[in-house]
């Protein structure tokens, strides 16, 4: 399962950087909350998890939370792109329900370690022509930068895995985790210069919050 679990965030990685290529990022974000369907759909399935009508509601908040701060500015055309964000939030959803599984059976810390390792090499072998542009991450500039991006992602990436060691939390995780979409606007209003449609932004963090409560 850990290998599955590496073979599915592999392909939701690749997938995501091929649909941001051809769709624009609004049109990612709304289609990813489908994401949240499914990991409360395989969620009750395969790990036997209960759902009710307040998590249901808190859910229901959080994906509306997330359509409000999206700027789309054209509708929807099905289209490859689109194919790849619905095949990233389909993989995506099932990825975070094996995450749950196996993190009950390893230590959070070594299993985010591991599957990190070997989501690289399966992303490898989905792309492996990135292989020609290595130059570029061995330099020092670009290695600054990553520093604190890994750090800062390890970091989640273990809070998350201690998170889903509770049972019965899957579907309620993988919800809250869709709220990152809220917190990263509300970050880029303090710390960038994004104020536009401020009030928007302001209840679908109110909203999000409420969401969140729900699925305590």
Do not use: W
């Given at each position: 399962m850990l290998l599955l679990a590496s073979i599915l965030w592999g392909a939701t990685?690749?997938?995501?950087?091929?649909?941001l290529q051809l769709v624009?990022?609004?049109?990612?974000?709304?289609?990813?909350?489908?994401?949240?369907?499914?990991?409360?759909?395989?969620?009750?399935?395969?790990?036997?998890?209960?759902?009710?009508?307040?998590?249901?509601?808190g859910t229901v908040i959080i994906i509306v939370s997330t359509l409000l701060v999206t700027d789309l500015?054209?509708?929807?055309?099905?289209n490859k792109g689109v194919l790849y964000t619905l095949l990233m939030a389909l993989l995506g959803g099932l990825a975070i329900v094996t995450?749950?599984?196996?993190?009950?059976?390893?230590?959070?810390?070594?299993?985010?370690?591991?599957?990190?390792f070997l989501s690289g090499f399966c992303i490898l072998l989905f792309y492996p022509k990135a292989l020609k542009q290595w130059q570029h991450?061995?330099?020092?500039?670009?290695?600054?930068?990553?520093l604190p991006l890994g750090i800062f992602s390890t970091i989640?990436?273990?809070?998350?895995?201690?998170?889903?060691?509770?049972p019965g939390?899957?579907?309620q995780v993988g919800t809250i985790k869709q709220s990152t979409?809220?917190?990263?606007?509300?970050l880029a209003i303090v710390f960038l210069p994004e104020k536009n449609n401020l009030l928007r932004k302001i209840i679908a963090a109110v909203l999000v919050t409420v969401g969140v409560f729900l699925l305590r």
């Open positions: 990685v690749v997938f995501l950087f091929k649909a624009d990022v609004s049109e990612v974000t709304i289609l990813s909350t489908i994401r949240v369907l499914v990991i409360i759909a395989a969620s009750m399935i395969f790990l036997h998890e209960s759902f009710g009508i307040v998590k249901i509601i500015k054209k509708g929807i055309t099905f995450d749950s599984f196996n993190v009950k059976q390893y230590d959070p810390v070594f299993y985010n370690s591991i599957q990190n991450f061995v330099q020092p500039t670009f290695l600054k930068k990553m989640q990436a273990i809070a998350y895995l201690v998170a889903l060691v509770t939390v899957t579907a979409v809220i917190l990263t606007v509300i």
